[in-house]
């Protein structure tokens, strides 16, 4: 049985006076202690959540308007810049650092009366799918404590896991979301680039950022989504939201979908038991009356590839900003600017900002600029232009979210190829700037893995609907 109902239902309990939101944010703090051991919690914001919770239910008790989310506790991943608690991205380098303002999706959601109760771990800077690359501690997967929950928004998803609080917020640059999501059995949802803003949350590669929620169900992922969602004057990449109110899905009829199978997802290299879990999905929505068909997406294949080389560029350029002279770590005892730079960067990075900054430099360089950063932008139109015709015939496109489930701690690390693999099927999404959800599809030898839906931009509100149904079946 869950510890939480569903996000609308928490709000109407706290609203109606079943519960308060005091009683709500206790709940998700004495959870977050007595859960200690998954390490999924880097810091809780304990004193300004309770006393934001009184806030909530004076307004209540005055009869006063308190919100859709009212007393409702999430938990952010720590790249939100959040009040209450240090916002570190999980990075020595910013070890300290107390936010000076709130992230857009922090206080929007707050507007509406829910409550931050804590800031989950992630790998540094959002740099990995397993949750080692954080500076302080690996989180353990929910299923299996000597495996990981993914990444990089791993410390978000197996929170929700833990049901430490109704929902947690991440960010997706390449699949940090849908790839914790798979592997922890959530929720995990990859908006349309630009439907949610970006403001207040520490960049990796901006032309590939996506914020979005990690939930129990598709339907609390629309909730928030529709909280969350819309212009906003501080991220100039923002886009019009195309569908009204994200919460109210649409009654989808499963046989009147055209669901195309991503071949080349479906290939070598999948683990036996996760293709098994996709090809049940499949054959349900067979049944179903749903026309499946399978489609070779040919450029998919070099999506890895096209994704290490433009998000290291835009890593290099968005890390050149912690140099130790404005905020967060600065060597001591250095004897001129340029030492402090370099002796700060040096002991204030993990390895692997420092290999992602290296590689974006590099393809960034004057005599590497043409041959890999400019083929790797031709190459990722040649990947939007073959979704945008793929899209054509079917309505969505399914398939793995990731090649296997969850695999044991310090099994990658050492080997940074085959880390980076683990995100092979999810980067195209991001590369296109399509939706795309990741939907639990069971279990293979006791440990989550997912199916993965994507569908064209600005198909936000179909996109769910869908996967609400798929959920249903699965």
């Not at 598709?218 to 019009?240: H, N, P, R, W, Y």
């Not at 669901?259 to 349900?284: A, C, F, W, Y």
Request: net charge neutral.
């Amino acid at each position: 049985m869950s510890i939480w109902k569903s996000i609308e239902e928490e709000a109407k309990d706290v609203a109606t006076g079943k519960t308060t939101a005091v009683a709500n944010v206790e709940k998700s703090l004495k959870l977050i202690d007595e859960k200690q051991e998954y390490k999924a919690i880097i810091a809780t914001t304990r004193d300004r959540a309770l006393a934001r919770a009184k806030e909530v239910d004076q307004k209540i008790a005055k009869g006063a308007p308190v919100g859709r989310l009212a007393g409702v506790p999430f938990i952010a991943k720590d790249n939100f810049l959040v009040f209450g608690a240090d916002t570190t991205a999980a990075s020595n380098i910013l070890k300290g650092f107390d936010a000076p303002y709130q992230a857009t999706a922090i206080e929007k959601l707050e507007s509406e009366g829910a409550i931050c109760v804590a800031k989950a771990n992630l790998d540094a800077f959002a740099h990995g799918s397993s949750t080692e690359n954080s500076d302080y501690f690996t989180t353990l997967n929910p299923y299996d404590k000597s495996r990981v929950p993914g990444g990089s928004s791993g410390g978000s998803a197996a929170a929700v896991a833990l049901e430490l609080s109704p929902f947690a917020l991440g960010t997706d640059t390449g699949g940090s979301i849908r790839l914790p999501a798979s592997f922890c059995g959530v929720v995990g949802y990859k908006p349309t680039y630009g439907l949610v803003s970006r403001n207040g949350v520490i960049a990796m590669g901006s032309s590939l950022d996506v914020i979005g929620p990690l939930t129990r169900t598709v339907e609390d992922a629309g909730f928030v989504t529709e909280l969350i969602a819309g212009k906003d004057e501080l991220d100039s990449t923002m886009i019009d939201r195309a569908e009204k109110d994200y919460s109210q899905l649409d009654k989808v009829s499963l046989g009147s979908l055209n669901i195309g199978i991503v071949k080349e997802h479906m290939g070598g290299g999948l683990d036996p038991g996760v293709k098994t879990n996709v090809q049940r999905v499949i054959s349900s929505l067979k049944k179903a009356g749903a026309n499946v068909e399978e489609i070779s997406l040919p450029s998919s294949k070099y999506g890895l590839a096209v994704y290490y080389i433009l998000c290291p560029a835009e890593v290099s350029s968005n890390l050149s900003r912690y140099d130790g002279q404005r905020y967060g770590y600065s060597q001591e005892g250095v004897n001129n600017l340029e030492e402090s730079y370099a002796k700060s960067r040096s002991h204030g990075f993990g390895d692997e900002a420092k290999r992602r900054i290296m590689i974006g430099t590099y393809v960034l360089s004057s005599g590497y600029y043409d041959a890999y950063y400019q083929k790797a932008q031709l190459v990722r139109t040649k990947i939007i232009n073959e979704l945008s015709s793929a899209f054509k015939k079917f309505d969505v496109l399914l398939g793995p979210t990731a090649p296997m489930n969850a695999f044991k701690i310090g099994e990658n690390i050492d080997d940074p190829l085959k880390m980076y693999l683990t995100d092979v099927i999810t980067v195209s999404a991001n590369l296109a700037g399509s939706p795309a959800i990741s939907v639990p599809a069971g279990l293979v030898e006791g440990l989550p893995s997912g199916v993965q839906i994507m569908a064209p931009q600005n198909k936000d509100k179909f996109l769910l609907s869908v996967a609400k149904r798929i959920e249903e079946i699965v």
